[in-house]
């Protein structure tokens, strides 16, 4: 018992971060809603990051204090790369890179959504493991934190395969961190929530935990009302759903930035309470990409550096009170 203090008292003081609270506080799941600690629903609305090893030069806490106060943003999303150079290939170089996310994150009062960003996932079950073990060990007492295990499962990949893997890992992270949100990607790189909701994780593993719902805007309107419909049929079966990536353009990341269909989802998430990424800081010759290039992570704040869709997502992100408490 002692031992077991001294320790506590040492790991305490070995990873104190300066932490500024998180607009909401502790989150939670009540029913098919992100709520703060007594229930109430809340919205998180932020930016995702792009792939740790191809875009890193935005992967600090330079670009977190910019998005939180020159986009307003009170989530980012940490997409860590996995395979091609990612985390299998340089564990340390890009368990870093998050490390400075996370703790930019803490640092600055948003939450930070830790992604393993991998289409076959369950194929390496033990790193992630290993890994997600380790986040919540180290950073699981921290509100901020929100876990997305597996971010979209390939197209091939099927539900019982997916939840064979949520049942490895959500007890790993369980261990260390019983209260904090853990993310689950769904079928057809996350698409097909009806899937889930049909048969979801059961009693042992669903506490805390939503469904991973991703969008891209720019396809048509048909298929954008077939995407909201199968929602809201998993939403009434009572499944708790998160928009951990929506595009403005189509799922290429390329084409036309679709401002009218981009409303049409903004809408609906925000008259069902679901949070939302946008995809993504960086300077990838791209259009879903939301800085110009030549941006560098001392102008991810200034408007002059936002392409068309950065500067679409920003007005939307200013338009919402993103922190209630500090008015
Ligand atoms: C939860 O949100 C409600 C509504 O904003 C607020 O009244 C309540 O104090 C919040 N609870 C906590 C623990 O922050
Ligand atoms: C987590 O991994 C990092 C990088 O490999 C290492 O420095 C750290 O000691 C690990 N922490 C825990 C709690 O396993
Ligand atoms: C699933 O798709 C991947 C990538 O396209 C491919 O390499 C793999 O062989 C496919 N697996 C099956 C079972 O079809
Ligand atoms: C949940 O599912 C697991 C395996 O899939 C099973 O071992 C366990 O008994 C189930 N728990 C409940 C409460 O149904
Ligand atoms: C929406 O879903 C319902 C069943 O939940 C179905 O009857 C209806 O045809 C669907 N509409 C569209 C546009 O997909
Ligand atoms: C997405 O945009 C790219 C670039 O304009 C285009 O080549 C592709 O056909 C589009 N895909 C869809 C599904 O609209
Ligand atoms: C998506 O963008 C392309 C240009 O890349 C445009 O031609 C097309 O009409 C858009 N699709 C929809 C459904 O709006
Ligand atoms: C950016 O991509 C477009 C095609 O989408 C291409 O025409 C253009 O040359 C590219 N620019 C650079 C600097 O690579
Ligand atoms: C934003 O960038 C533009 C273009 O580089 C520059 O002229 C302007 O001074 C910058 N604004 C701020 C507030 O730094």
């Known amino acids: 018992m002692l031992k077991k203090l001294v320790l506590f008292v040492l790991f305490d003081l070995a990873f104190r971060i300066e932490s500024a609270n998180p607009p909401y506080g502790q989150l939670q799941i009540t029913g098919t809603h992100v709520t703060n600690s007594s229930g109430s629903s809340v919205q998180l609305r932020g930016m995702s990051l792009y792939f740790s090893m191809w875009q890193s030069q935005f992967w600090n806490w330079d670009t977190v204090m910019r998005l939180r106060y020159g986009w307003n943003a009170n989530i ?26 996370i703790e930019a994150a803490i640092n600055q009062g948003v939450y930070v959504i830790v992604d393993w960003h991998e289409e076959f996932a369950f194929q390496h079950y033990t790193q992630a493991i290993q890994f997600f073990t380790n986040i919540s060990a180290t950073y699981g007492n921290y509100p901020h934190i929100i876990y997305e ?18 049942e ?74 998160f928009i951990t990536e929506y595009g403005t353009v189509n799922y290429t990341g390329n084409g036309a930035v679709n401002p009218t269909e981009s409303q ?14 946008n995809w993504a800081i960086d300077i990838v010759n791209e259009s879903a990409a939301a800085l110009i290039s030549g941006t560098t992570a001392s102008n991810v704040g200034n408007s002059s550096y936002w392409t068309t869709s950065g500067r679409l997502v920003a007005n939307k992100l200013w338009s919402t009170t993103q922190f209630p408490s500090s008015g």
């Open 264 to 277: 049409k989802w903004w809408n609906y998430a925000d008259q069902n309470s679901l949070s939302y990424c």
């Open 76 to 101: 980012v999303r940490a997409p860590m790369g996995i395979t091609n150079g990612g985390y299998l290939d340089s564990p340390e170089y890009n368990y870093g890179l998050m490390k400075a996310v």
């Open 168 to 241: 490895q890992v959500i007890p790993a992270i369980r261990k260390n961190d019983p209260n904090n949100i853990i993310v689950l990607g769904t079928p057809s790189w996350s698409s097909r929530v009806d899937t889930a909701a049909n048969d979801p994780l059961n009693s042992t593993y669903s506490k805390n935990v939503a469904y991973t719902l991703h969008y891209y805007a720019n396809v048509s309107s048909s298929q954008n009302d077939w995407q909201r419909n199968i929602t809201t049929y998993a939403i009434n079966k009572g499944l708790p759903i």
């Open 149 to 166: 295990i597996y971010n979209e499962p390939n197209g091939n990949v099927s539900w019982s395969t997916i939840k064979w893997y949520a």
